[in-house]
């Protein structure tokens, strides 16, 4: 449920790096507590966006909530497939449901994110409370 | 048990009207109709008889469930039974066969009656001057926002106090509101008895601060004792005390905003002075500010002078008008009613009373059902079914299940702040018999979670329709009727 080459917040999104950019998503864990997606507003391409602020909303049945933003840096390619499909989200969270990708422009910030392991822990955590 | 719509009832040449025939000269819309304000075609109407327009009609209405038939605990919305002395009063003809474009001598009755329902809300809540033009209460919240906003920039503090300030137990619509005003929204968080926690608080206060929006009782149903204190942390730093009126059943006649400090307030008339509004409407969210404020209420406003009633335009500070007219004007009837035929006493044990029912209800429930805040309530309180989670029931099951039982299902899933969360308000109006047959209903559900949860999951089973994809719904929305291809 929670790839190990993938980094992770508190605030249940996911961050996969490759070179220069991240990919960003939420969790399994997120979107199983969400419970049905039906609507996404996704940020603009092109624009700066600061870690820990808001990237996107989202609408589900039960709820509305925000991804943030787990790293600093530019918005280079937006999921624009999730706006006809939500479902992405429930279906396929780490594949077809990733949200936007970064360009980096502090790498170091990747070291606060949690390992795999990790936010497992924290997901009981959460869970148990 | 699906019925046709009445689109697919429709068949060409039928109608349920009968015009008595034209005693004046025939005239052909083009005659007064520009070209480009014409329809190209007819619009597709329903063509039906009179016969077969009621039926259609009254089959649509024993499908529908109001708080006349029973009892409708819907958190936040204050379903109580509307009394019908309401809609006598509103039936008035002085009051129903009115034209807002009646010169002030011809309607002093109605104005009068603006007048003393302004000079009540005032008393109740203890402001100096009311405006009863929004329609409903987010539209009270934006326009008492647009009044502080008025006020700073009055100040010439406009530019500087960009903040509203909003507690995470707050309403929905506050967030909303003070987005669409042009503020920016900050979130402070509930301390562990569900009130504003004043640390985070003080965390976020400067001098760009605009206003607070308190909820107070909050969505949780929990009333803030520390309402005196905020009001004076936001007031040491220039910015305004907003009152969201919304949880008024809870407090009216016992406690009032103005003096816990507050600047302005909205009242839902059609939730607190009992006005229908199942149907999502017509609503008033009158509003009501402190003197100070007064001079950015929205014109016109409702003035005495002598013995005479008028409407006052000239109040140059105003923010403006905010509806057409004067508000809904049928909604205020019914809500002067049901203050004036109550009285202050009737008033005070409306809260009274709608407190003891929830915390009864709350009583019984909480060995049941995880209350995740366990104080006394207000006229309201929040449990989850994170006890029924287990057996893989959820709060959606519970409130569908509900509906088998001919109960209206409580508001689900809201606070967010709750996970499974259902907000129950049980009113004043309701007997201990209903209160307790909600309770059995509430226990039963909690028990077939157990023992039987296929049964809760695959709820409803003895309503009209059964199961909605409403997944589906909300996903892939089929929001009109397109007829059949040819």
């Known amino acids: 449920m929670y790839p190990k080459d993938l980094k992770y917040t508190e605030k249940h999104e996911w961050v996969r790096v490759e070179g220069n950019e991240a990919t960003v998503g939420i969790t399994y864990f997120a979107q199983d507590q969400l419970g049905a997606i039906v609507g996404v507003g996704l940020p603009d391409e092109g624009i700066d966006v600061e870690k820990g602020s808001e990237l996107a909303d989202l609408d589900s049945m039960k709820t509305a909530d925000q991804i943030f933003a787990p790293i600093s840096g530019r918005i280079v390619r937006v999921n624009t497939a999730l706006d006809a499909q939500p479902e992405l989200l429930n279906d396929d969270p780490y594949g077809d449901g990733w949200v936007v990708v970064i360009e980096m422009s502090d790498v170091s910030e990747l070291d606060d994110l949690m390992s795999a392991e990790e936010y497992e822990a924290h997901v009981a955590k959460e869970a148990g409370e | ?486």
């Not at chain 2, 009311?130 to 009044?147: F, N, R």
């Not at chain 2, 507050?262 to 009158?286: E, I, M, Q, R, W």
């Open chain 2, 1 to 486: 048990m699906s019925m046709p719509l009445i689109f697919e009832k429709s068949r060409p040449g039928r109608k349920a009207y009968s015009l008595p025939e034209l005693d004046v000269p025939k005239k052909e819309t083009s005659d007064s109709l520009p070209e480009w304000a014409r329809r190209k075609q007819d619009p597709s109407l329903p063509e039906i008889s009179e016969v077969d327009l009621i039926r259609h009609f009254t089959e649509l209405s024993r499908r529908n469930f109001g708080v006349d038939q029973g009892f409708y605990p819907l958190g936040s919305c204050t379903m109580k039974y509307n009394p019908k002395i309401n809609e006598d009063v509103a039936a008035l003809p002085g009051f129903n066969n009115i034209h807002p474009y009646q010169p002030e001598e011809l309607v002093q009755g109605a104005l009068e009656l603006m007048y003393e329902f302004g000079r009540d809300l005032c008393e109740i809540s203890g402001m100096h001057e009311a405006s009863l033009q929004p329609a409903a209460g987010a539209h009270g919240e934006l326009t008492g926002l647009m009044i502080i906003k008025a006020y700073h920039e009055s100040r010439g503090e406009g530019e500087k106090r960009t903040k509203v300030i909003v507690p995470d137990s707050a309403h929905g619509t506050n967030p909303a509101s003070a987005a669409f005003c042009g503020y920016r929204v900050v979130e402070v968080k509930s301390d562990e008895r569900g009130g504003v926690d004043l640390d985070s608080l003080r965390e976020v206060i400067s001098d760009d601060v605009a206003a607070l929006m308190l909820t107070n009782p909050n969505t949780l149903g929990l009333f803030d004792e520390n309402a005196v204190e905020i009001a004076e942390i936001v007031h040491n730093a220039g910015g305004l005390l907003y009152y969201d009126g919304a949880n008024m059943n809870a407090i009216v006649g016992i406690v009032r905003p103005g003096d816990m400090g507050f600047d302005v307030l909205h009242y839902n008339v059609h939730k607190t002075f009992s006005a229908p509004h199942g149907g999502g409407g017509p609503g008033c969210g009158a509003i009501a500010v402190k003197e100070f404020l007064a001079p950015f209420l929205p014109v016109p406003v409702v003035e005495k002078q002598g013995d005479r009633y008028v409407l006052n335009y000239n109040r140059p500070q105003s923010i403006g008008m905010v509806k057409g007219f004067y508000g809904n004007f049928n909604v205020m009837v019914k809500g002067f009613a049901y203050i004036r035929s109550l009285g202050a006493e009737g008033l005070r044990k409306v809260a009274e009373t709608a407190v003891l029912n929830a915390n009864y209800v709350m009583t019984k429930l909480k060995e049941y059902y995880n209350l995740p805040y366990d104080r006394f309530c207000k006229h309201e309180f929040v449990i989850d079914s994170s006890r029924q989670v287990k057996h893989g029931v959820h709060t959606g099951d519970i409130a569908k299940a509900l509906l088998d039982l001919a109960f209206h299902a409580p508001t689900i899933y809201f606070p967010l702040i709750v996970r499974e969360a259902m907000m129950i308000e049980p009113t004043e109006t309701e007997s201990k018999e209903t209160l307790d047959a909600f309770i059995e209903a509430m226990i039963k559900i909690a028990e077939l979670a157990e023992t039987s949860p296929e049964t809760l999951q695959t709820a409803p089973h003895h309503t009209v329709v059964g199961r909605l994809d409403d997944v589906t719904a909300a996903r892939k929305p089929i929001p009109r009727w397109t007829p059949p291809e040819e």
